[in-house]
């Protein structure tokens, strides 16, 4: 094992774990984005480009939209609910 | 189950769960150490029978192009399953303006930098979708850097523009073309060499952009289908967010 393998694989298992502690959904999907950006470089040390190539995309872009988008639609829910009780 | 409980069970369950996982771990082959058959069988025919030279992708679009069919059919059913779920239910509507004025946060750079992701992006994954059997990369990888042209309109923050450039009809039959476009590539084999997923185009000269036989072709479907599929997984969660609102004065 060479030693950019391993601090590849240094860096996911932090990365992993710090997405585990953040407790703010927002701000866990940030973490969440660069947790993919350590697998990226984990991959690509592992001598799996092919890999590497779609976790940059899923990684940072493809799953944190989907989260952030949901993360939105809630917050907006919960602020439009008391209002519509409040009316009946 | 009180605390004290969970504390009690996972004593008992963590140790076992680690010893177990460690005597499995002992019993693993050393690290780099590869002995299987398969993988040195697939190894040594991909460039000499298939005249390609990403051995990731020949093994997705010709060895195993049966198994990508079934992957395909995941991707496919679970796009519909999100456009099903994510529809505009009866007392919602779609509100054009409020999309606009929640997003109008980016500044000049960042617009800037998105008009210069955009047409990079899209020259970067056509590279790959065409040159997956030459180079790493391929179908998926390719489509979902497509996907992420688009996206960057978003950080521009011009959704409604995205709406425009990639209408949902075109980004639903790009994805329906690429499934339909990858079924009729292996039933090509069928036809023309009597297996399903058996390539019947000729070889061509290893390391050329028209070579491996109908990798490339498949990669086109594929690529077609990933970044059709990403689009409107996207809209479909950008629309809930941004645009559909619940009706006001109904109750619900």
Known sequence: MTVLQIVALAAVALG????????????????????????????????????????????????????????????????????????? | MSRRARLTLFAIAGPGLAAVLIIGFRGLPAF????????????????????????????NFDVRAFDTLGEEYILFASVLGVTLLLRVMRGEDEEYRAAEHGMSGS??????????????????????????????????????????????ILIAGRYLELKVLCPTRAIEAAEGIGALGYCLLGLGGLIFASVYFKNFLPAGNPGQLLSAGFMPLNSIAVGLEVMGAFLIVWTAFLDQALLVRRRTGEAT
């Open chain 1, 16 to 88: 992993g774990g710090a997405v585990a502690l953040t407790s703010d959904p927002l701000r866990q999907t940030l973490v969440l984005g660069i947790f993919g950006l350590t697998l990226v470089f984990l991959f690509f040390a592992f001598q799996a480009p092919d890999v590497a190539l779609s976790e940059i995309v899923v990684g940072t872009i493809g799953l944190p939209l989907i989260v952030v988008a949901t993360l939105r639609k809630i917050a907006e829910q919960e602020r439009t609910r008391p209002s519509d009780e409040d009316a009946e």
């Open chain 2, 32 to 59: 780099g150490d590869y002995h299987d058959v398969y993988g040195l069988v697939v190894n040594g025919v991909e460039l000499s029978m298939r005249h390609a030279t990403d051995y990731v992708t020949a093994l």
């Open chain 2, 107 to 152: 500044s000049d750079a960042v617009r800037l930098a998105a008009l210069l992701l955009i047409p990079s992006l899209i020259a970067l994954g056509v590279y790959l979708v065409i040159h997956g059997a030459l180079t790493p990369g391929g179908g998926f990888q390719g489509g979902i850097v497509l996907a992420a042209a688009p996206a960057a």
